[in-house]
């Protein structure tokens, strides 16, 4: 049964702000708050006596983190059910501008997965992108794996849902989707506030706010997961941000009538 506007609008704004404080004081605590076993999975001595976890612990430790990220992908489900939103309004469709992300979306894939030269490149940013990738390589794909799926769950929140749902319920204004991507923007850097201030200005301007613009503008969520993606899996996250796209996107394809004009 869909919900009436005005629940819609409570139900909203208490997940937002729930889900964005709640990911806030995790990171504010750091993996030794709520999260101890998560320790295991980054740093051997969390063991009291500095010896091996058991594989029960690192299964403990992986499923506690994997927890953390589900209502994000539970919301998006709940959103076509109980708010009658489709998944090309959430950013998941292949009409008009779309390709104009998917398109980079692809191209982005394919630059990550290109074979790395043996040395670092003159020039600082291809030294860092070669250490960068390097890095990556050595953290191994079940890691990538995990930090793309992280990734993907905060595109789902604030570039997916917390858009489509300011830019339905915030007050009728001309400059609506403006405000929409001013606010998603600063809930997504509230989760970060255990970076300093500098490094959170920078995330706003130069990360949270373009990406927002993007996924308006292109009514995608391509490009937005993709590169969030890639900057926390390398190609491994690219590539599970990509493939997630066109499989919700398929899937929305015969839900058309529920998408607005």
Sequence with gaps: MKWDSRTQRVAGWAFLLGISVFYAVLNLGGTG????????????????????????????????????????????????????????????????????AIGPSILLVVLAWFPATSAPSTGKISTDIFE?????????????????????AEELIYRGFALVFLRRFLP???????????????????VHAHFSPGAILALFVGGAVPLAVVTVWSRSLSLALVMHGAVGGGPVGALLALLFFFVLALAGRPVRRNAES
């Excluded at 960068?132 to 993907?152: D, H, K, N, T």
Aim: glycine share 8%; with cysteine.
């Design 132 to 152: 960068l990738r390097e890095a990556f390589s050595e953290v191994g794909v079940p890691m990538l794996l995990f930090l793309g799926y992280a990734r993907i």
């Design 33 to 100: 708050f709520l999260l101890a076993p998560l320790a295991l999975l980054f740093d051997r001595g969390a063991m009291a006596d500095g010896s091996e976890p058991a594989l029960w612990q690192l299964a403990l430790a992986w499923f506690t983190i994997c927890l953390i990220y589900v209502p994000a992908y539970w919301v998006l489900a709940f959103s076509t059910k109980r708010l009658g939103w489709s998944l090309r309004e959430w950013g998941f469709g292949f009409s008009g501008r779309s390709w104009l």
């Design 172 to 190: 009728p204004a001309r400059y609506r989707a403006a405000i929409a991507v001013v606010i998603s923007s600063a809930l997504f850097c509230l």
